[in-house]
């Protein structure tokens, strides 16, 4: 088996290399299928060949729905109709995808997981998923899958501090259930604050909420910069940049507190520190939004 999994990931990074993401999910489902716990390297595979596949879907739902808003205002309804029939058809698709993920997901990745780490990484994917789903879905069925996303955004938060065994009924020590406390710059922890944030903002419509989150978030790492890894420097940092870029977006669109009574708590007028230039980045495809 263990040469067998090899093959399937060189396979994976082949395909990753060709851009070919199709072919690099296919091959990274079947490491799942074998019901072993991911490496970090693995796991990073199925996510970024994953988010490749439904990028594109997405990039094309939002093309798509762009286009069917401005026939609608010239009146033409005959364009509208093929546009509807054509967007369906990439809904479909995004339906497939996101099934196809939680399915992974739920049957093979969240049973093989020994440690917190993964277990939070695996349930701000399912957040994720969901919240694609909740983009474009009508209104009881994004109502659905929008609670969804929540709950999972939440348990994957709540493995952040609390003793994963009792919640997961998993067979952990000790040693791995202190795994699932990840610090305030660990990626994977700042990857769920930023994309949790995003679900209340884009999703709930809640921009104080999503603000909160976000600042919480940032405030938290940025109090312990200093600690970070060289390993995941790059990484955290860029997520805190992201984290800082959609602060100052979303406080631009809010109005301004009134006699400080406001709930806003991160408002525009606030210094938020630049992290690194942005030479200092690095690519990193599985924490895009």
């Known amino acids: 088996m263990a040469k067998e999994r090899e093959n399937y990931v060189y396979i994976a990074k082949l395909a990753e290399q060709a851009e070919r993401y199709e072919e690099m999910v296919d091959a990274m489902k079947k490491v799942a299928n074998l019901d072993v716990e991911l490496t970090v390297e693995e796991r990073n595979l199925l996510s970024v060949g994953y988010k490749n596949v439904i990028g594109a879907r997405r990039a ?5 729905s762009s286009i069917e808003q401005k026939e609608e205002t010239k009146g033409n309804d005959q364009n509208v109709k093929i ?7 990439v809904e479909s698709e995004l339906s497939n995808i996101c099934t196809d993920i939680m399915t992974v997901i739920d049957e093979h990745l969240i049973p093989s997981c020994t440690g917190g780490e993964s277990t939070v990484f695996y349930y701000k994917m399912k957040g994720d998923y ?12 994004r109502k659905e899958v929008a609670e969804q996303s929540k709950k999972a955004y939440q348990i994957g938060k709540q493995c952040l501090t609390l003793a994963v065994q009792l919640l997961f009924g998993l067979n952990l020590t000790a040693s791995t259930t202190a795994e699932a406390e990840l610090s305030p710059t660990h990626p994977i922890r700042l990857g769920l604050a930023l994309n949790y944030s995003v679900f209340y903002y884009e999703i709930m419509n809640a921009p104080e909420r999503a603000c909160l989150l976000a600042k919480q978030a940032f405030d938290e790492a940025i109090a312990e910069l200093d600690t970070l890894s060289e390993e995941s420097y790059k990484d955290s ?12 977006l979303w406080t631009s669109e809010m109005p301004e507190a009134q006699d400080g009574g406001s709930s806003i708590l991160f408002s525009k007028r606030n210094n938020i520190p630049t992290l690194l230039p942005p030479d200092r980045y690095v690519r990193t495809s599985w924490i895009k939004n």
């Not at 940092?237 to 100052?248: C, E, H, K, P, Y």
């Open 60 to 64: 094309s739902w939002r093309i798509l």
């Open 83 to 89: 546009i509807k029939g054509y967007r369906q058809k």
């Open 130 to 141: 969901y919240r694609y789903l909740a983009e474009f879905k009508g209104s009881e069925e």
């Open 237 to 248: 940092t860029l997520i805190m940049q992201l984290l800082r870029d959609n602060l100052t």
